[in-house]
């Protein structure tokens, strides 16, 4: 096998370093002449930057501490190259680049976009003639790729997302008073994280009371009499909210364009997030001590709470991309097939044409948003839980989980 | 020995029901009659509400789940007792309920308010001839407890906020482009928890650029020209904030009351933090991305990443209480003294008067913030290192650490 190179695209995950070292494992045992990275995904690569992985990762412990290290250890780009047809020249540079580094496996590792990436070069590498073979691997903790069961990156997030839901549930119902806490979570079009709030519930959680998931049009007044409700029958609501919830009109109900922003100090609409802003209104509304917590980037990057399913998944995924690569496959994806479920969760991975995962977008299932659009099913608790089970023992040093610094 | 009761106050800590795991084992191994929880505090126990913690705690799996269970698991108030010969009432009714249970120790876990509660219950109960024991044992993530080197619950706090601002420098460095992280803290007067990010620190992390502790007046133009030149010589700048920076006339740099403060839908000034206000304001005034990451009460909750020396002398600060109390002392509260530093560090737990304890705050020493008030010194990472290291050993079920649930 000639020369492998490795680059990670889009935004972080608590996984995509372990798909890295999943790639970079296999390759070695493939024997790859040399293995690099792409710094800052295609758009660095464009620009020269790269390094030699095999300066980088050598030990054992080098891959241990890259699959707990959070984000982009090879920094990323959000970058949507343009047709081959259009800017022809900017291929032409990629190829030269990769030809004088005697690449024959080219790994992308990223989501919609970053397949798009590799639809894109192995299309113009087909066109002239290039026997370098461009593969792709899932990554986002959205969990909105099409094809894949699932995509690596969101069991972690879901795990942290449902342990930091159980945490704020205890934090919420210490005082003997009526409380409302809002949680707002990412995903912008897919509910798929905010729907893992409903994780927390269990023997020694109630769990959160309502779950509104932005697949649903958003219903401010309906909202309320469902939170007034719930406070006739118990002192603490906990309600977990996707960050980009929209009214019917798909206006978003706060943040900069929202058709209730405040205006800041410099007259200019605030960008304050979903959950403060529905927590002020309920608590006015309803005249309640109420607070909104975002969990923020934390979900994304928490790798020291990861799920040990979902990194082993992820590095799996990534030792697929390069075995395809070798198999002299190109233009495809590896994804995750779910082959069974619940206790006896069983998965393979499989690749996929690239073509049928590039610019799709898979949001939660309608059937399993239930209760008016204010819970998810047992559907979803059966599809997440496996997902999210198992716990990777983190090296740690000085007290906090060792990361590695590689760009 | 006869009863013992047990109550918890003031906000949630990660480690405040070790503090109660710790007093639970001690009351027991002294043979103490029955063991009672007081639900809600002092608040709660004076309307009657208690449990029988023997029902509760029975096994080493109940006292190992207590002790990695976020927040006080028997209920919290915010209550000060007015003073004995103001309302005598009060008091009368609580010495009954507590001679009603036979109960001869009265353990109190909580901060200043809550050692102003011991003291007072103890002035009474000297007045009156009883001989019930009064004692507290410490807890705060807010570090600001007088006479006690530092107090149960920061050590777990310091770890969670410098093992998520780790994460946060990751992630926000993969994009080659110019960015400001904004990370807001908890800690209204001491700066003790927006001090330990800076703990993340180290080979493997560049850490943070800036820390701002409410000790000092904030100055917001200086803050800009630091950012401003930091921004000329690296791409991606964090700061630490503490959620309630002031500035040199004491007024909140936002918040509702604060002078930048904006308006909300209802023409309310908004209570956005300090966080997002100062990500708002330095990415305008400095043209780059920005953003303000809140992290909010997850950071006093998280016993998912508690610190193993933290919850081992939480637990030691509760049996200290209880033995104080066997051993006949009244108005008084367990301390940790520190007996050697660095990496020999060693504790004692130790008893001190709680009239030198109760409504007195305890700030980060002036010499310890550094470059005009834009950083903190050795001396603080040698005094808070220590109290983050080691990890304990969660018990997870359903991939989520379990919860002990009693009231």
Redesign the interface.
């Known amino acids: 096998m000639k020369s492998v190179i490795i680059g ?1 695209s889009g ?2 995950t608590a996984a995509i370093n372990a798909t890295l070292a999943g790639a970079i494992s296999e390759a070695r045992r493939l024997g790859a002449e040399r293995i690099y990275g792409m710094i ?1 995904g295609i ?2 690569f464009s620009a020269g930057k790269y390094v030699d992985l095999d300066e980088h990762i050598q030990s054992d412990r080098d891959i241990k501490i890259l699959m707990q ?4 250890a090879l ?4 970058c949507k190259l343009p047709k081959p047809e259009e800017e022809p020249e900017i291929y032409r540079d990629i190829f030269e680049r990769l030809n004088a580094l005697d690449i024959s496996c080219f790994v992308y590792i990223g989501g919609n976009d970053s397949m798009d990436t590799i639809a894109k070069l192995s299309e113009y590498g087909e066109s002239c003639g290039s026997d370098i073979r461009f593969v792709g691997a899932p990554k986002t903790v959205d969990n909105d790729l099409a094809v894949t069961d699932h995509t690596p990156g969101f069991g972690s997030a879901a ?1 942290y997302i ?3 839901v ?3 549930i ?7 008073i009526k409380s409302i806490t809002v949680i707002e979570i990412m995903g912008r079009n897919a509910g798929w994280l905010t729907a893992s709030a409903a ?2 519930q ?1 023997a ?2 109630g769990g959160v009371d309502l779950i509104y998931l932005p697949e649903r049009a958003f219903d401010l007044e309906k909202c309320v009499s469902s939170v007034r409700e719930l406070l006739d029958k118990k002192d603490t609501v906990v309600i977990a909210v996707s960050e980009a919830l929209r009214n019917e009109n798909g206006e978003y109900i706060c943040s900069s364009g929202g058709v ?7 007259g200019h609409k ?3 997030g979903t959950g ?2 529905l927590a ?2 309920l608590g ?1 509304a309803l005249d309640v001590k109420a ?1 909104g ?6 979900q ?6 990861a ?1 040990a399913q979902d990194i082993e998944e992820a590095a799996s995924a990534g030792a697929a991309a390069v075995r395809a690569a070798a198999e002299g496959r190109t233009a495809e994806m590896s994804v995750i097939r779910r082959i069974a479920d619940g206790d006896d969760y069983k998965y393979t991975i499989d690749t996929a044409d690239i073509k049928s995962i590039a610019n799709a977008e898979k949001t939660v299932p309608d059937e399993w948003i239930i209760n008016d659009g204010t819970y998810v099913s047992e559907d979803f608790i059966r599809y997440a ?1 496996p997902l ?4 990777p023992d ?1 090296i ?10 590689i760009k």
Chains 1, 2 share one sequence.
């Open positions: 990670q935004g972080p800052g758009q660095g290290t959070p984000a982009s920094g990323s780009c959000r795990k449902a342990a930091s159980k945490e704020i205890c934090d919420s119902s210490v005082y003997d994780l927390a269990g020694d959680c209730h922003a405040g205006l800041d100090a410099f605030i960008m304050s403060q802003f002020q209104y006015k607070r917590i975002e969990i923020s980037t934390l994304r990057s928490a790798a020291h709470l799920s839980r999210i089970m198992g716990e983190i740690y040093e000085n007290g906090l989980p060792v990361h590695i610094k």
